[in-house]
T-cell receptor
Framework: NAGVTQTPKFQVLKTGQSMTLQCAQD?????MSWYRQDPGMGLRLIHY???????DQGEVPNGYNVSRSTTEDFPLRLLSAAPSQTSVYFC???????????FGPGTRLTVT | GQQLNQSPQSMFIQEGEDVSMNCTSS?????WLWYKQEPGEGPVLLIA?????ELTSNGRLTAQFGITRKDSFLNISASIPSDVGIYFC?????????FGTGTSLTVIP
C-alpha cells in the first residue's frame, strides 16, 4: 500500500513552460485535492475532485488545470509557468466520511 | 477565502513541558483536523474532530473542537524532542479544507 505518490520530487521550469505534476493514490478514495505551500504560509487549496469526472476550484485555481479520469490519478497541469508559481505542491487523498486526509511527499517547483 | 489564525506562531520549550496551541476563525467549520509537518515532508494527520465540544486524544496529544465551531485547540503533554515540527490546523466547510499558518515547535532537550 503506497498511499499517495507524487512525481517528480523536484522540478525547475522556465517562465512560460508547461508541465504536469502527477499524483496517484491506491486507497480507493473518492476525494483528492491539490495544495500549494509557500514559506510562512499554510496550505492553500488549488483544485479538488470528489470523484472521477468531477473537479472543482479551490482558493487559488488560476494558472492550473486538473482532470480526474480515474479514481487513482489526479494530475495537476501548469499551463504557462510563472515565477509566482514557485512553491511546494502537495497532493492529498481523503477517506470518505471521516475526512481523514493523507498527503503525498510533495513536489518542489521552481520557476525562473 | 476563509482565514484560520493559529497561535502562537512559534514556541521554544524545554523537554517535558506541556504545549498548548489554538486555531481561530471568523467562520464556522464542520470538521477540524490537526496535522504535523516535518521538514521536506507532507503533513501527517494527528487528530480529527467532528462535533462541537468534542475532546479527542491520540497518545500525548489532545484536541478539542470549540463549542462555537469557530475554534480548535491542541495540547501536547510531556513534550519530547521528536515533537519538533510545524503543527497545522485545518477546517472543513462544504467540500473545501482551509489551513492555518502553522505553529512551529522547538523542543530543547
Amino acid at each position: 500500500n503506497a498511499g499517495v505518490t507524487q512525481t517528480p520530487k523536484f522540478q525547475v521550469l522556465k517562465t512560460g513552460q508547461s508541465m504536469t505534476l502527477q499524483c496517484a493514490q491506491d486507497m480507493n478514495h473518492e476525494y483528492m485535492s491539490w495544495y500549494r505551500q509557500d514559506p510562512g504560509m499554510g496550505l492553500r487549496l488549488i483544485h479538488y475532485s470528489v470523484g472521477a469526472g468531477i473537479t472543482d476550484q479551490g482558493e487559488v485555481p488560476n494558472g492550473y488545470n486538473v482532470s480526474r479520469s480515474t479514481t487513482e490519478d489526479f494530475p495537476l497541469r501548469l499551463l504557462s509557468a510563472a515565477p509566482s508559481q514557485t512553491s511546494v505542491y502537495f497532493c492529498a487523498s481523503t477517506r470518505g466520511r471521516s475526512y481523514e486526509q493523507y498527503f503525498g511527499p510533495g513536489t518542489r517547483l521552481t520557476v525562473t | 477565502g476563509q482565514q484560520l489564525n493559529q497561535s502562537p506562531q512559534s514556541m521554544f520549550i524545554q523537554e517535558g513541558e506541556d504545549v498548548s496551541m489554538n486555531c481561530t476563525s471568523s467562520s464556522i467549520f464542520n470538521t477540524w483536523l490537526w496535522y504535523k509537518q516535518e521538514p521536506g515532508e507532507g503533513p501527517v494527520l494527528l487528530i480529527a474532530l467532528y462535533k462541537a465540544g468534542e475532546l479527542t486524544s491520540n497518545g500525548r496529544l489532545t484536541a478539542q473542537f470549540g463549542i462555537t465551531r469557530k475554534d480548535s485547540f491542541l495540547n501536547i503533554s510531556a513534550s519530547i524532542p521528536s515533537d519538533v515540527g510545524i503543527y497545522f490546523c485545518a477546517g472543513l466547510t462544504g467540500n473545501q479544507f482551509y489551513f492555518g499558518t502553522g505553529t512551529s515547535l522547538t523542543v530543547i532537550p
